[in-house]
């Protein structure tokens, strides 16, 4: 996926030196995701940038989406939990990953001592155990070595989304500024309004990585009508590129 491997390269390089010099204590921050799933039965992931290895915590949620943690926790040698991320919508996923890279370039420009206030919210819809999509609420908060200032860890909270009846779901991104309560980043951009269903199903495609002849065997279409899409995508969100069609996607 093209959108992961710009998040993958951004947030490794920015640990690239000084890691090894990091007081944080990884026991400490352990112990602070068991926490949180036992307190608020989250599913929890813990991802040190340092190590390149992800802590995964299950909890009652985890097992809604039929997830088998069975031990505590779960470790992967790398910072993304495949597992997880591939229970969350297609569209949703993209726009997960282009917020977090959104997140990353927002702190990367505001002081290092300001940091600790923000944090990402998102409203998504994950597959549940019953093969049907769920609402989860997932947090994800940074945490920056004192010594390099480089990012050391990011930890992710899944809870399942609190039921309002008279309200349709509708997925929702969101930078917050914990000290104020103000909302520094959304999504506010409705591509349902702008693009046809198939041109939609093109940019996810875009997104992902696939080239046209790969997008054009999948959708069993011709290389020409994918690139005539291709071509309709960048003119309705006038933008230069496919990457930067993927990008709009958030303010």
């Known amino acids: 996926m093209e959108i992961l491997d710009t998040l993958n390269r951004t947030l490794l390089n920015d640990n690239r030196t000084g ?3 990091c007081p944080l204590d990884i026991a400490a ?3 602070m995701a068991l926490m949180y799933s036992r307190m608020e039965n989250a599913m929890v992931v813990l991802s040190d940038m340092q190590s390149k290895k992800s802590f995964v915590y299950g909890s009652g ?9 069975a031990r505590v926790p779960v470790e992967i040698d790398s910072i993304w939990e495949d597992e997880i991320i591939n229970k969350i919508h297609p569209e949703d996923r993209l726009k997960k990953y282009v917020h977090e890279l959104r997140f990353f370039n927002c702190l990367q420009s505001i002081q290092f001592t300001e940091h600790a206030p923000y944090y990402v919210s998102s409203r998504i819809r994950m597959m549940g155990d019953d093969s049907g999509y769920i609402g989860i609420r997932h947090r994800m908060f940074y945490v920056y070595s004192p010594v390099s200032h480089n990012l050391r860890f990011a930890l992710c909270l899944y ?5 309002c009846t008279d309200k349709v779901f509708r997925p929702e991104f969101l930078i917050i500024d914990s000290l104020t309560g103000h909302i ?5 951009l409705d591509y349902g309004n702008i693009l046809t269903a198939r041109e939609m199903e093109i940019l996810r495609y875009i997104g992902e990585g696939h080239t046209s002849k ?3 065997a999948s959708l069993s279409i011709s290389i020409n009508t994918v690139s005539r899409h291709r071509q309709n995508i960048l003119e309705k969100l006038r933008v ?3 990457i930067e069609a993927v990008y709009t996607q958030l303010p």
């Open 159 to 163: 809870n399942i989304e609190v039921k």
């Open 214 to 216: 790969e997008i054009a």
């Open 184 to 188: 520094v980043s959304e999504d506010s």
């Open 19 to 21: 890691g090894e010099n």
């Open 61 to 69: 949620t985890s097992q809604k989406l039929g997830l088998n943690l």
């Open 29 to 31: 921050y352990k112990q």
């Open 240 to 242: 230069k590129n496919s």
